[in-house]
């Protein structure tokens, strides 16, 4: 960022610390939160449906927010609204140690930190096209940050037990609260008269959703994230029912977000070079491979660079996501479209996914994997069909306000 002037710079910074408080959330929520609820009692299929249930209710959450700050052009006033709110949940959390009191509390915290993700995207993608930004270079830092709290947080759990697993997402969501303050206030820029419609009434899901390269987009990157469920619900509790300790399992985390800071400081050469469809495709090939392989319980010695493949599996397609939004969507609904991403991808598909995963789980432990790659499979298939009938540019047939 030091080649930006100074106004981009302005612009870029605040957004870049966002990401990094945010993923100081997803760091310690993603590792920990499971061994956290563990050590709370409950059963794999509890944590299965305490992970899953806010996966579905952002389906709800997520596009309603992101379509009336759309229309408001008040993406930062929801970003500080929903930081204070993840901060009040996770304390309350704190304080429980049953199924029904954590599902009360867990839901709303989970969908608060969730819904942040989609609405600084869309300020980010507005600073890929009004500042030509490198968004990739902005959304490393939250990979980064993921990194540090995912290690740091392995070594808490070692020296502390499961019971700080609640307390590190609590570290994560007063810094969000702090970093929302600094972000951009932005000018709006829809017509006033589109306010006159109702939110539930609102066209622009809709027209998207008439889209079939925006629904093979949808499927493709769905379900490449969903294949992703064991892992991010089970993998540390599995690597300690292999004696992994949980200061390396936070490593092993580390070593996978690593591969994804590196992909993302360059991914303005590697959108260029394999375009935004290609991305996602790759990325779904390549998670076959992973979950094939971590079902059957591999040494450390592998499980290393089968981590590094995270940049792949879960980079590449992210990547890949936001060039087709940005390159795809009108403007007027990138917002709409992030949502509906970020609510398929981190909503249905991985809620549906996760449950898949729990009953997996409870009964054929590691080999629950084996499901994340028929999920992938499915994604590469649709991911392929993209390749090959979007023509990489605007979406001609979406009406422009």
């Known amino acids: 960022m030091a080649k930006m002037k100074r ?35 409950l059963s794999a299929g509890e944590i299965s449906a ?9 389906v709800f959450v997520t596009p309603t927010v992101a379509v009336a700050a759309d229309r408001e052009g008040a993406h930062r006033i929801y970003l500080i609204g929903l930081a204070w709110l993840g901060l009040a ?23 608060c930190f969730s819904t942040l993700v989609p609405l600084i995207e869309t300020i980010a993608v507005q600073g890929m096209r009004s500042r030509g930004l490198d968004y990739g270079r902005m959304r490393l830092w939250g990979s980064l940050t993921f990194v540090v709290a995912s290690f740091l947080g392995g070594i808490v759990i070692t020296r502390y037990g499961g019971g700080a697993g609640v ?6 969501c007063g810094a969000t609260v702090i970093a929302a303050q600094a972000l951009p206030k932005q000018v709006r820029r829809v017509p006033p008269t589109e306010a006159t419609v109702p939110i539930w009434k609102a066209a622009e899901p809709r027209e998207l959703l008439a889209q079939r390269e925006f629904q093979l987009f949808l499927i493709a990157t769905g379900l490449v994230q969903a294949a992703h469920a064991t892992f991010l619900t089970f993998a540390t509790l599995l690597w300690q029912k292999q004696g992994i300790s949980a200061t390396w399992s936070g490593g092993l985390w580390a070593i996978g977000v690593a591969a994804e800071v590196l992909l993302f400081s360059v ?7 394999f375009g935004a469809a290609r991305l996602i495709a790759i990325g779904a090939a390549v998670s076959i491979v992973r979950w094939v392989a971590l079902a059957f319980e591999p040494s450390v010695a592998v499980l290393v660079p089968l981590q590094v493949l ?32 970020a609510t398929v991808a981190s909503g249905v598909a991985m809620g549906c996914a996760t449950l ?14 084996l499901a994340m790659a028929a999920i992938a499979a499915v994604s590469l298939t649709a991911a392929l069909r993209l390749v090959k009938t979007w023509n990489g540019g605007p979406l001609i047939a979406l009406p422009v306000n």
Not at 106 to 111: D, E, S, W
Request: proline share 6%.
């Open 356 to 369: 898949i995963a729990g009953w997996f789980y409870a009964d054929a432990g590691s080999l629950s994997y």
């Open 7 to 41: 106004e981009d710079r302005a612009f870029a910074l605040p957004i870049a610390l966002f990401y990094g408080a945010v993923f100081i959330i997803y760091g310690t929520n993603v590792p920990f939160m499971p061994v956290w609820l563990d050590w709370c009692g």
């Open 267 to 273: 991914s303005g050469l590697v959108v260029e070079k």
């Open 50 to 58: 305490v992970m899953a249930a806010p996966l579905f209710l952002r």
């Open 89 to 111: 949940f996770v304390l309350a959390l704190s304080q429980t140690r049953s199924f029904w009191p954590i599902l009360l509390f867990a839901v709303p915290l989970m969908v």
């Open 310 to 341: 995270h940049g792949v599996t879960y980079g590449a397609s992210h990547i890949g996501a936001i060039h087709f939004i940005h390159d795809a969507i009108p403007r007027e609904k990138s917002g709409s479209a992030q949502a509906l991403y």
């Open 167 to 172: 307390w590190l997402v609590a570290v994560g």
